[in-house]
T-cell receptor
């Protein structure tokens, strides 16, 4: 079973920030938090990962709580092309995908 | 940089027939993965190769599925005989991660997948 809990769907207006939550209360000390997304009819795409500290790259920011039991992926200015299923995954070297969050960005 | 290549993109077969999928990973990527994604679900790892050796095949239905990675580059996944429940998208991914290496290098690059329909 997946070790993460995500809402099944979320909506976001174009140009606004999209904040996608993820609970991972059973995360182990050496496990990372990875985020991938999957646009319709494509393979998953890596977004970002982190261990303890918050991380930022050109695509998104990852905020991990101090107790590491939850995290939030932030897309600062969502566009229509960000509509996808977003997967939050915890692990070390193997990725176990859950059902993810379907993010719908609307005009 | 070329991405992960897969072929065919689509395949329709009848149950009990055989089918094979091909994957060419990103050049230099030592690790190769095959995933099965059933409609409405996330991808499920079937098998992981490190160079030409199998690292993890615990979720591969070995009575009908087989995979090989000759010379540590290209890989093929075969189903023989196919069942209706094998209808899915089969995804290939590759990465630079090495066993015991920093997990931060575990960015997996996925191909477009092969959509299999078993009638």
């Amino acid at each position: 079973d997946a070790k993460t809990t995500q809402p099944p769907s979320m909506d976001c207006a174009e140009g606004r920030a999209a904040n996608l939550p993820c609970n991972h209360s059973t995360i182990s000390g050496n496990e990372y938090v990875y985020w991938y997304r999957q646009i319709h009819s494509q393979g998953p795409q890596y977004i970002i990962h982190g261990l303890k500290n918050n991380e930022t790259n050109e695509m998104a920011s990852l905020i991990i709580t101090e107790d590491r039991k939850s995290s939030t992926l932030i897309l600062p200015h969502a566009t229509l092309r960000d509509t996808a299923v977003y997967y939050c995954i915890v692990g070390y070297s193997t990725l176990t995908f859950g059902k993810g969050t379907m993010l719908l960005v609307s005009p | 940089e070329a991405g992960v290549a897969q072929s065919p993109r689509y395949k329709i077969i009848e149950k009990r027939q055989s089918v094979a999928f091909w994957c060419n990973p990103i050049s230099g990527h030592a690790t190769l993965y095959w995933y099965q994604q059933i409609l409405g679900q996330g991808p499920k790892l079937l098998i992981q190769f490190q160079n030409n050796g199998v690292v993890d095949d615990s979720q591969l239905p070995k009575d009908r599925f087989s995979a090989e990675r000759l010379k540590g580059v290209d890989s093929t996944l075969k189903i023989q005989p196919a069942k209706l429940e094998d209808s899915a998208v089969y995804l290939c991914a590759s990465s630079l991660v090495k066993l015991g290496g920093p997990p931060g290098e575990n960015e997996q690059f996925f191909g477009p997948g092969t959509r299999l329909t078993v009638l």
